[in-house]
């Protein structure tokens, strides 16, 4: 069989609707025919909270005048899981890849991007671990990390992982983050009260990526 290229494309600090536009028009090619290499965009997004499948509206602690004072939109999604929130000093991926083509199954796939996100916080120094009744990735089992939600279309996946950086953990105490009540939420920075650069961080993740997945 043909071996399947990917193209990576560092979108840098975008506004979801953005991304997510270019990510449907990416799978909308693949579908179609039009391109035939997978594409991983990795990026920051502005401040921004996103609601999946499972709604989330009811998980918002605050008023959405309140979000609208602060200038930070609610939006609908496609990707699995309930509501989260986006900001800058958050790395994302959002992998869109034919897995049906590389015969991954969905289960699998969202395990290895949550094993990307322990790799890469191993090498910062953090411990994460692995939670069997929620994804994500949680430090010391009550702080969560980083976040998984997917949606495939056709057998190609998109939407991916966050990990939290260094972005300002605020905005998540006006939410119940993934529709679990009493969740707090950390970052790597908070684990060990130094900076750390998202270029590195960009650069782990996406050299894990690779080494569990072969993408």
């Known amino acids: ?23 449907k028009k990416i ?15 990795i990026l920051e997004h502005h401040p921004v909270f996103t609601l999946g499948k499972r709604g989330g ?20 999604t496609e990707r699995g899981g309930n509501i989260t929130y986006h900001g800058p000093g958050q790395v994302v991926i959002y992998p869109i890849v034919n897995i049906e083509k590389r015969r991954l199954g969905v289960s699998d796939f969202v395990c290895s991007l949550e094993k990307t996100m322990i790799r890469t916080a191993s090498d910062f120094g953090v411990t994460a671990v692995t939670d069997s009744k929620n994804n994500g990735v949680w430090v010391k089992s009550y702080s969560k990390l980083g976040s998984v ?26 939410i119940n983050p993934c529709g679990m009540a009493n969740v707090a939420m950390t970052s790597l920075e908070n684990e060990i009260k130094q900076h750390i650069e998202i270029k590195r961080v960009k650069e782990k993740l996406l050299y894990h990526f690779k080494e569990i997945t072969g993408i």
């Open 1 to 23: 069989m043909k071996p399947i290229t990917v193209q990576k494309i560092d979108l840098n600090l975008i506004d979801y609707i953005e991304a997510f536009e270019i990510q």
């Open 27 to 41: 799978v909308s090619d693949m579908i179609n025919g039009n391109i035939e290499h997978d594409t991983i965009l």
């Open 57 to 76: 509206r009811d998980n918002l602690i605050v008023s959405e005048e309140f979000l609208k004072s602060r200038d930070i939109a609610i939006i609908q």
């Open 149 to 174: 939600g997917l949606s495939i279309k056709r057998g190609i996946s998109f939407h991916g992982l966050a990990l939290n950086v260094n972005l300002d953990l605020t905005p998540f105490s006006w």
